[in-house]
């Protein structure tokens, strides 16, 4: 963890990478139950650099414990990932192989590297398992989950391909998604594991970009109809008028012209009478 600018907003894979040094730590028993607990919580609760950077300064990170490294988190913003899901299956080392919820919860989500096989126990707990903005270190992974009496969710992005093969004792997996095609070129995602008075969710959801951008787009259309239809309304209206304009227009023509010929039977009245008179005379 770098102390370049520990006041810089740290992301969710920033703190999921602490929360994975500290998972190891407790399985190596560096730190206790509740040093792990405590030092977790924090993680959580952190929002910047400078506040991760003590979690994990005193813990080592690899295989090697002779020479200890403290873990850093990258301030080099990560590339843009390629288009498409070829940009997706990176083939690299995964970010988190396994969790674990005793009586509390866990979360794998943001962007974060899913490896060929992910491992996760909930114990009067629950987990989720976040896939939407996540790469895959290879084009078919596993999710074992195990859960019992608590529950976990797995949610995947729109063209990935489920399977899902789990075993439930008065508990179960959820198959709704399954036999949905997956785009070419889209992972794999099986889904396996064991549940006992728990269960095991699978939902198909968009990011909240996507969903954002989808309701952009839909306030757009609509902007856009709303428009069209205040054109129609216009051009209704100017149509009405003009053929209401048409309409006085012939009504003073007909009205002139019935005056006109008022006034020429009169005068032709006038005229006979005048002659009637003179032929008297």
């Not at 730190?31 to 080592?60: H, N, Q, S, V």
């Not at 843009?80 to 940009?87: D, T, V």
């Not at 048409?246 to 009245?269: F, K, Q």
Request: include cysteine.
């Amino acid at each position: 963890m770098t102390d370049d600018a520990p006041e810089l907003r740290a992301s969710d894979a920033d703190r999921e990478r602490v929360a994975e040094v500290l998972r190891d730590a407790l399985a190596e028993g560096r730190l206790d139950m509740t040093e792990f607990e405590e030092r977790l919580d924090a993680t959580y609760k952190a929002r910047t650099y400078g506040e991760l950077a003590p979690i994990t300064r005193d813990l080592p990170v690899g295989e090697a414990p002779a020479a200890p490294v403290a873990p850093r988190v990258s301030m080099t913003k990560e590339p843009e990932r390629a288009g498409g899901w070829a940009g997706r299956i990176t083939g690299a080392e995964p970010s988190s192989t396994w969790a674990v919820a005793v009586m509390s919860g866990f979360q794998r989500k943001g962007r974060w590297t899913v490896p060929g096989r992910f491992n996760s126990f909930a114990l009067w707990g629950g987990g989720e398992i976040d896939l939407r903005e996540a790469d895959f270190s290879a084009g078919e992974v596993v999710l074992n989950c195990v859960a019992i009496m608590g529950g976990m969710q797995v949610i995947v992005p729109p063209g990935v391909e489920v399977i899902v093969r789990g075993i439930g004792i008065m508990g179960g997996f959820d198959h709704r998604e399954e036999g949905v095609p997956g785009d070419p070129g889209a992972p794999r995602v099986i889904v396996t594991g064991f549940a006992l008075w728990g269960g095991v969710g699978v939902e198909r959801k968009v990011t909240r970009a996507e969903r954002l951008r989808l309701k952009e787009e839909r306030r757009q259309e609509k902007l856009e109809r709303r428009a069209a239809r205040r054109e129609l309304h216009s051009a209704v209206r100017e149509d009405a008028e003009s053929a209401h304009r048409r309409m006085l227009e012939d009504h003073r023509d007909m009205v002139r012209e019935h005056r006109e010929e008022r006034r020429e039977r009169r005068e032709l009245r006038h005229e006979d009478r005048d002659r009637r008179r003179r032929g008297e005379d």
